[in-house]
C-alpha cells in the first residue's frame, strides 16, 4: 500500500512563528503536491514538485515556501504564521499520468 | 481550460437510492479521472478511477459512467450507506498542468446518507 505520512495531525502554532509541516511517501514518486483545504473552497494547491530540488507555484503560493532535498520528502514552511492560514493542510504524491495519494492531513491552528 | 466542474455542491439521499455526481471539463488532453471520497477529519482516499477510453467502471457499489464526446463522467452509488456520507470529489489528470499540476480537482460534493 502507498504510505504518505504527514509529521503532525495537529498542530497550534503563534502568529509570526516559522512552522514547517512535513510528509514523506514511501513509493518512489515523482510528484509531491500540497493543498490546503477549507470550507467551501475545495482542495488549493500551494506548491507542487515533480523531482527532487523543483518546486512550481501552485494557486496560492502566497505566504508559503517548500523545500524537497530528497525524493521522498516535501516540507511546507509557513515562514511568518498569520491567523489566515489556519486550515488543513494536505500533502499528496503521485506518478505521472496517474492519481495521487493524500496523507491523512494536518489540521494547523494559528493563534 | 483546466477546469473539472463538478455538482451539486451538496446531496442529501435516502439508505438505499442512487446518489449521481457529475463532472464536466473542457481539456481534451485529460487523460485519467480520479474520483476520491473524504472523510471528516481525514485525507481524500482514492475510490474509483477511469480512463476515457473506457465507457463505464464498476468497483462494488461504485460505478463511474464516462461519456468522452460530452467530456463529462459521473459517479454512482448503488444502495447508498450511511457509511457513505462524506465529501466526494472528482478529478482528472493532464501530462502536464500549469499552476494546478497535473492533477485538476472538482469542488467537491458533500453527501449525505440518511437512514
Known amino acids: 500500500d502507498v504510505k504518505v505520512t504527514q509529521s503532525s495531525r495537529y498542530l497550534v502554532k503563534r502568529t509570526g512563528e516559522k512552522v514547517f509541516l512535513e510528509c514523506v511517501q514511501d513509493?518512489?514518486?515523482?510528484?509531491m503536491f500540497w493543498y490546503r483545504q477549507d470550507p467551501g473552497l475545495g482542495l488549493r494547491l500551494i506548491y507542487f514538485?515533480?523531482?527532487?530540488?523543483?518546486?512550481e507555484k501552485g494557486d496560492i503560493p502566497e505566504g508559503y515556501s517548500v523545500s524537497r532535498e530528497k525524493k521522498e520528502r516535501f516540507s511546507l514552511i509557513l515562514e511568518s504564521a498569520s491567523t489566515n492560514q489556519t486550515s488543513m493542510y494536505l500533502c499528496?504524491?503521485?506518478?505521472?499520468?496517474?492519481?495521487?495519494?493524500f496523507g491523512q492531513g494536518t489540521r494547523l491552528t494559528v493563534v | 481550460q483546466q477546469q473539472v466542474k463538478q455538482s451539486p455542491q451538496s446531496l442529501i439521499v435516502q439508505k438505499g437510492g442512487i446518489p449521481i455526481i457529475n463532472c464536466a471539463y473542457e481539456?481534451?488532453?485529460?487523460?485519467?479521472f480520479p474520483w476520491y471520497q473524504q472523510f471528516p477529519g481525514k485525507g481524500p482516499a482514492l475510490l474509483i478511477a477511469?480512463?476515457?477510453?473506457?465507457s463505464e467502471k464498476k468497483e462494488g457499489r461504485f460505478t463511474i459512467s464516462f461519456n468522452k464526446s460530452a467530456k463529462q463522467f459521473s459517479l454512482h452509488i448503488m444502495d447508498s450507506q450511511p457509511g457513505d456520507s462524506a465529501t466526494y470529489f472528482c478529478?482528472?489528470?493532464?501530462?502536464?498542468?500549469?499552476?494546478?499540476?497535473?492533477?485538476?480537482f472538482g469542488k467537491g460534493t458533500k453527501l449525505s446518507v440518511k437512514p
Open positions: 477511469i480512463r476515457p477510453d473506457v
Open positions: 478529478a482528472a489528470v493532464v501530462p502536464y498542468g500549469g499552476s494546478q499540476g497535473n492533477l485538476i
Open positions: 481539456n481534451t488532453a485529460f487523460d485519467y
Open positions: 499528496a504524491s503521485s506518478l505521472t499520468h496517474s492519481e495521487a495519494f
Open positions: 513509493m518512489d514518486h515523482e510528484n
Open positions: 514538485s515533480y523531482d527532487v530540488k523543483m518546486k
